[in-house]
């Protein structure tokens, strides 16, 4: 039978995640979708729509979705009217109702299983498994000082460059959790460099983890850039080019020496246990290595406010939440 799980991409912001949402969107079985900001925003505000198993407030949970501008639900181009009936339709839970819309968005390309990209769901894999408790990861790993260079590049990223060493840092320590705790076939790493040099091997593989079919088509992922990435999303233009190496190990040109040193001396440990070579650079200056410690530290406690106040939140549950769409899911709640 085949698969019908759905599939996460995780990985530190500009790490290659869009390439690699391109790349599964170009199978014929599978759809990943712009991203969205529905899944966490809906999942820590649930209590304001109530007991989801009274279809008004399916209903209610279902016009946010497609009228918030927070939601970013418009880049999914579904009619919203009909979804928000499919929604209230649908078993009545918070997991089935996000997975209803992401499945509708699958279908309007005529397939049959979904996924979903947003780097930041590193941090969120304990609680995308409540939604979805048979969803499969796939974390990209991409050379950090690569990511460094990238960030600082955004226009959207506000932080300096410690918050963005911390930022890859996190990406690392959370999926080493991840690596450890998830069952074998819920959990996959790639390595960007090995992707865009051999992209038909790694994809090949990626394919045996997900229980599909390999499909050369993944290999050209530019084909479905212009359906699949907003326009406005201009920091992405590489996307809608062949896959190419060219970027990789591009940290020597892009990133200061000082920087450099910051990299390796907060990440070095890191960065070897996944084969990239340190430069040699000379240690960092300690009031750098102490802002990094800063800006981990403010990163760590702001999560553990968060995470403390979901425990809590969890024991006043107004209604289940996990989604009960796929086969594997079915078949759990036969078994309650």
């Known amino acids: 039978m085949q698969s019908d799980r759905p599939v996460f991409v995780i990985g530190c912001p500009r790490s290659g995640t869009t390439m690699l949402q391109l790349m599964l969107h170009s199978h014929p079985r599978i759809a990943v979708p712009p991203e969205t900001r529905f899944v966490v925003p809906g999942y820590y505000r649930r209590f304001v729509f109530g007991d989801l198993r009274e279809p008004g407030n399916r209903r209610r949970l279902a016009k946010w979705i497609v009228n918030d501008k927070d939601t970013k639900f ?13 929604i209230v339709a649908g078993p009545p839970t918070l997991g089935s109702a996000m997975g209803i819309a992401f499945r509708s968005y699958a279908e309007q390309y005529g397939k049959s299983r979904w996924g979903d990209k947003r780097p930041s769901y590193y941090h969120h894999v304990d609680l995308l498994l409540r939604l ?14 690569d990511c460094v260079a990238s960030l600082k590049e955004m226009p959207w990223y506000t932080k300096d ?3 963005a060493v911390v930022n ?3 990406a690392i320590d959370y999926g080493r959790r991840h690596a450890k705790n998830l069952p074998a076939d819920s ?11 051999d992209p038909a091997t790694e ?3 990626l394919c045996e983890f997900l229980g599909e079919d390999y499909d050369p088509a993944m290999c050209e992922p530019s084909h479905v850039a212009r359906v699949a990435i907003p326009q ?3 920091w992405h233009s590489n996307t809608h080019g062949e896959v190419t190496t060219a970027r990789s190990g591009s940290w020597r040109t892009r990133l200061e020496p000082w920087e450099v040193s910051v990299c390796e001396t907060v990440l070095g440990e890191r960065l070897q246990a996944f084969g990239y070579e340190l430069s040699g650079a000379p240690e960092a200056e300690k009031a750098h290595v102490e802002a990094c410690e800063k800006a981990a530290s403010k990163r760590r406690w ?3 406010r968060k995470e403390f106040r979901d425990r809590v939140n969890r024991l006043r549950e107004p209604s289940p939440v996990a989604a009960q769409l796929t086969t594997r899911q079915l078949g759990e709640l036969a078994k309650v």
Request: hydrophobic letters at 40%; glycine letters at 6%.
């Open 74 to 86: 418009k880049e999914l181009k579904l009619d919203g009217d009909k979804l928000i009936e499919d």
């Open 132 to 145: 979805f408790p048979d969803a499969q990861f796939i974390h990209l790993i991409r050379d950090g000082r």
């Open 161 to 163: 460059i410690f918050h």
């Open 168 to 170: 890859w840092a996190e």
């Open 187 to 197: 959990y996959y790493e790639l390595r960007y460099e090995n992707l865009t040099a």
């Open 203 to 205: 994809l090949a593989g």
């Open 232 to 234: 406005h999303k201009v």
């Open 302 to 304: 702001a999560r553990r």
